[in-house]
């Protein structure tokens, strides 16, 4: 019993399962024993800490039953992501018959297979191997895209390894078949080739001729078709491959019994379409080719993203600077950065001045400066001057890394829109080979002489003209170009489907503080009374002020250090509780606050009325100076308006949205803020707990899309159809985001809805051709044009009609790489003010 124990334990397998929801021993205990109730279970060990369980078993297969003994407990196994490499689709019929195969696996959750990627993302439990078998099964390859793997420059390798195998084999097909389609169709178009061939090799010869160039076509370049597409047929699960070797195979095997035995057929049938199915071969495979050129454009924005990666670092060690890999900078090195380098990592400036560009960052052509304390990121360009900085971020932590997935995750994600083309391409190909055969056979009862021919040529026809390729790439190539674009300009969707609801959204609700607005106060006015100087009015307020922790008295001090002013020093500082602040200042009494304080003073405010009422007006609260008794200026403190802001809220308009803005200000001020700017909507004197309602209440307006920036807006983020965060906001904010605005910049709101509206439209473009060309030619092709207008469809020109639409269909999607910003320049920043509607906080 013993040894066999024993035996059994060193053939046993150790499966690793996490677990979520455990708080105590109690609860390790009880998943412990559910877990060694199941069958095959020679041990577990569940560890609280890590939250995962390690299994021995006797049978992996097992793995499922430990994850519903799991579940029973009560606790919860959560699923993994797995990325798939897929090698051998063509079509959206290939991807529906890999996800209906990665989803019957027990434990997935979900299966989205991209064919523009030709990547599968799967979530759940399910083991990697049987994901693999899965779609093994159905005919295709797939391996484990593991991080950091190499994966992205293996399968770029294998991707012009693919093209230049399809090159050579269009090059050899090209070849072989322009004498076949010269000896066949010369003899119909040019006057005298017929009796030319006659005279010379003869036309028994001639067909000969046509069968060994054509035997050569289909049995070397046009291989891969009869590889997929047979065993896809016998699967029962027909592919576009199939429908190209149905349809060639039946024009060869036709031609070959006319050749070699013609009196198995009837009279007047017996003809050759040899060149039907070498130009066949050759025009689909001119189509790979160009299609395979075009899907690796579709993917530059990756490329380039990833090129962005500097490949060496200078770093100090030891006392002094060696240069290593990138990848092997540590968090906490000090970095050197040359003039024109590229930064390895991200980081925080500690010695030197410079300009960096961060445009591949934030979509800003105008590069930032950078001294000490300043964030830098990986990825960006030093311009003119040395830096050094400590490494913050490094590897798959910094910002570039987070950039690239954010894109690739975008980029393989499905749009609602997609929905549509997956319940159609399901039946789509079985249903093009019952219109073949129904066409053959209504052909070959009622078609005239000889309808034998007649049959067969417009069976071919429709089973070339119907391959779903354009289908299978019409979405996920647009999303790809799209998403890469939205990219370049700063803006990232976190979720491919936030393309398909920005297109929608009919009201943008917009956070004022920090989003708005610069998010910090500064001064903003600062108006004289006669005989005195800015300067030393705006030094001696500032030295006062300097004593005092206000943020309004904060701003001042930065206003006058941001001009270059020395803060004189100050006696007998005082604080006047509800009315100001004084102190003698080079042996003048400087006292600053409210009118109130000026009224206690004796001071009369009256020669400020007009610019005090202006202030009022822009939702500012505006403070006097008085120096040695003499009322010396009025002040005002706000959160400065961004400078982009006016021309983005004009942008909105023209796409024709309206702008809501949601603030926990008075209403006054909101107001007047609203005014400004020409915002439609003002929902004021909300409490931080209280946007989530807010959203909730403009919803009834039309779909929304909220922009935030801080922790307090990450409820409302997510609450909202779509959320957008500014990229130079919170962590939380930008998590819960569906969209990120990397630059500070509200013009990247109009960019991202007029880029999502461009890709929509792109893609019903795609769909709209891809469907009404096969919905307007199958019929041609089948020849219901033949009774009135004598019309038939060769199966050759079938054959480049298709491959033109796949082509039309990327070389459409790539359009989306030359989208230009549609922020209006021409609309003045005092655009026409719109009277703000209220909507009250409750």
């Known amino acids: 019993m013993n040894a066999h124990t024993d035996t059994t334990r060193l053939t046993a397998e150790t499966i690793q399962i996490p677990i979520e929801g455990m708080t105590c021993a109690s609860c390790v205990g009880r998943v412990e024993k559910a877990l060694l109730a199941v069958p095959g279970a020679l ?43 897929i090698d051998g689709m063509t079509c959206a019929s290939c991807v529906g018959r890999v996800e209906r195969a990665l989803q019957a696996v027990p434990g997935v959750t979900s299966a989205n297979v991209n064919l523009a990627k030709e990547q599968a993302t799967v979530k759940g439990t399910a083991d990697v191997a049987a994901l693999i078998a899965a779609v093994a099964e159905t005919g295709y390859t797939a391996r484990e895209v593991a991080q950091d793997s190499g994966e992205d420059e293996a399968k770029a390798a294998r991707k012009d390894a693919e093209q230049a195998l399809l090159k050579r084999d269009l090059g050899l097909a090209a070849a072989f078949a322009l004498p076949v389609f ?17 005279s010379t090799i003869g036309h028994g010869t001639s067909w000969l001729l046509q069968f060994a160039l054509t035997t050569f076509v ?92 500097a490949k060496t670092a200078r770093v100090r060690r030891d006392g002094s600077v060696v240069e290593i890999p990138a990848a092997e900078v540590a968090p906490g090195d000090i970095v050197e950065v040359r003039p024109g380098d590229r930064l390895p990592v991200d980081g925080e400036v500690v010695d030197g001045e410079s300009y960096v560009d961060e445009s591949m960052i934030t979509g800003e052509p105008v590069p930032v400066a950078k001294s000490a304390g300043a964030e830098v990121v990986g990825g960006t360009i030093n311009q003119n001057g040395a830096l050094t900085f400590r490494a913050t ?41 019952t219109l073949a055969a129904l066409t053959f056979g209504v052909w070959l009862i009622w078609g005239p002489d000889p309808a034998l021919t007649f049959g067969l040529v417009n069976a071919v026809a429709v089973l070339i003209i119907a391959c779903p390729c354009a289908m299978g790439l019409a979405t996920p190539t647009s999303i790809m170009v799209g998403t890469g674009r939205g ?27 920090g989003t708005l607005t610069e998010g910090k106060p500064a001064l903003t006015d600062l108006d004289l009374a006669e005989g005195f100087d800015r300067a030393e009015v705006l030094a001696r307020v500032a030295a006062v002020e300097a004593r005092s922790e206000h943020p309004i008295a904060r701003a001042i001090v930065e206003a006058a250090e941001a001009e270059g002013l020395e803060r004189p020093s100050i006696e007998g500082f005082a604080s006047a509780t509800g009315y100001g602040v004084e102190a003698t200042v080079g042996g003048q009494r400087v006292q600053i606050g409210a009118d109130r304080f000026m009224q206690k003073l004796g001071l009369d405010t009256a020669a400020f009325a007009e610019t005090a009422e202006r202030l009022g007006d822009e939702g500012k609260s505006p403070l006097y100076a008085a120096i040695d008794g003499k009322l010396a200026a009025i002040i005002a403190v706000a959160d400065p308006i961004k400078a982009s802001t006016p021309k983005a809220i004009a942008a909105l308009h023209a796409l024709g949205l309206k702008v809501a803005m949601i603030t926990g200000d008075n209403a006054r001020t909101a107001q007047a803020i609203a005014r400004r700017l020409g915002i439609d909507e003002v929902v004021a004197e909300v409490l931080p707990d209280g946007k989530v309602d807010a ?17 307090n807006d990450a409820p409302a983020l997510a609450e909202a159809d779509v959320g957008l965060a500014i990229g130079t906001g919170t962590d939380v904010a930008i998590e819960a985001a569906d969209v990120v605005l990397m630059s500070g910049s509200l013009k990247g709101i109009p960019n991202a809805i007029a880029l999502s509206q461009a890709t929509i439209g792109n893609i019903r473009q795609n769909l709209f051709w891809a469907f009404a060309y096969n919905t307007a030619l199958i019929p041609v092709a ?61």
Do not use: C
Not at 696 to 708: E, I, M, N, P, Q
């Open 43 to 85: 041990s577990a060990s569940v560890n609280l800490a890590t939250e995962r369980a390690e299994v021995q078993v006797s049978d992996p297969s097992v793995r499922t039953d430990l994850i519903h003994a799991v579940e029973a407990t009560g606790y919860a196994v959560p699923g993994k992501i797995t990325e798939l490499s």
């Open 182 to 198: 010269v000896l066949e169709m010369g003899s119909h178009v040019i006057p005298g080739m017929h009796a030319l061939i006659g």
């Open 218 to 309: 289909l049995a070397v370049p046009g291989m891969r078709f009869y590889a997929k597409g047979i065993p896809a047929l016998m699967r029962g699960a027909p592919d576009m491959n199939s429908l190209v070797a149905v349809g060639t195979l039946a024009a060869y095997l036709y031609s070959v019994v006319a050749t070699f035995a013609p009196g198995v057929l009837p009279e007047g049938t017996v003809n050759v379409y040899y060149e039907a199915a070498a130009v066949i071969v050759t025009l689909i495979l001119l189509g790979r080719y160009l299609e395979a050129r075009a899907r690796g454009r579709t993917s530059e924005a990756i490329k380039r993203l990833v090129g962005l990666q």
């Open 393 to 433: 971020a490094v590897g798959g932590d910094t910002m570039l890394s987070q950039i690239i997935r954010m894109v690739e995750a975008a980029q393989g994600s499905k749009l609602p829109i997609q929905a549509l083309v997956d319940r159609v391409t399901m039946w789509f190909v079985p249903a093009v080979m």
């Open 487 to 513: 990219a370049e300009m700063g803006v990232l969707f976190r979720k491919g489907e936030a393309l398909q609801l920005l297109k929608e959204t009919r009201v943008v609700a917009l956070d004022k503080t």
């Open 695 to 711: 959203v909730k209440r403009l919803k009834a307006l039309g779909r929304l899309a909220y922009v935030g920036d801080g922790i």
């Open 782 to 842: 089948a020849g219901v044009l033949y009774p009135a207008f004598g019309i038939l469809l060769s199966p050759v020109f079938a054959a480049g009609a298709m491959a033109l639409s796949s082509v039309f269909v990327l070389g459409n999607a790539l359009r989306l790489k030359r989208f230009a910003a549609p922020s209006p320049t021409d609309i003045p920043a005092s655009h026409p003010v719109r009277t703000p509607a209220a909507i009250p906080a409750e």
